[in-house]
């Protein structure tokens, strides 16, 4: 295995950064992308200096995998994709600023809604059935409500 490592050229490290870009444009994720990069940095610095050993080139190109991957998902992070629905995983944020009839009172600060075709917890100050109240937010399961002022 030694003897077949140590016959690694610079060639086989751009041939490994096509392949995992095929792999990218399959999978779609932008996390081969980065993998290729490294491989194809990988193959340019083993063409500048052909002498260096195989497990130099793997540490060359772990470390350049992992840098380039944290660097995207920091940049990912930091500036996220706009969209046209920013609550669309979170159903309770769907609701924030919609008004509702109380059908039943709120008692201890607890009650609950019929929203659409589901019923949800809420809090908030107790208020009698029939009052009008504003989602202004959500707690994971429970939608925080405010009355509606007249």
């Known amino acids: 295995m030694a003897e077949l490592l140590a016959n690694v050229d610079y060639w086989h490290w751009l041939i490994l950064g096509g392949v995992l870009l095929l792999v990218e444009v399959a999978a779609a994720g932008f996390f081969f992308l980065w993998l290729a990069v490294a491989a194809a940095i990988t193959g340019l610095v083993v063409l500048v200096f052909p002498d260096l050993g195989w497990q130099y080139q793997l540490m060359l190109f772990s470390g350049l995998s992992v840098i380039s991957i944290a660097v995207f998902r920091r940049y990912q992070r930091n500036n996220p994709e706009p969209t046209d629905q920013p609550a669309l ?14 059908e039943q009172p709120i008692t201890n600060n607890v009650g609950v809604i019929r929203v659409d075709d589901s019923t949800w917890r809420i809090s908030g100050a107790d208020l009698p059935a029939g009052a009008s109240v504003r989602v202004v937010g959500a707690d994971g399961v429970i939608l925080k409500v405010e009355q509606n002022q007249p």
């Open 89 to 102: 995983n979170r159903r309770g944020e769907q609701y924030i600023g919609r008004s509702f009839t109380l």
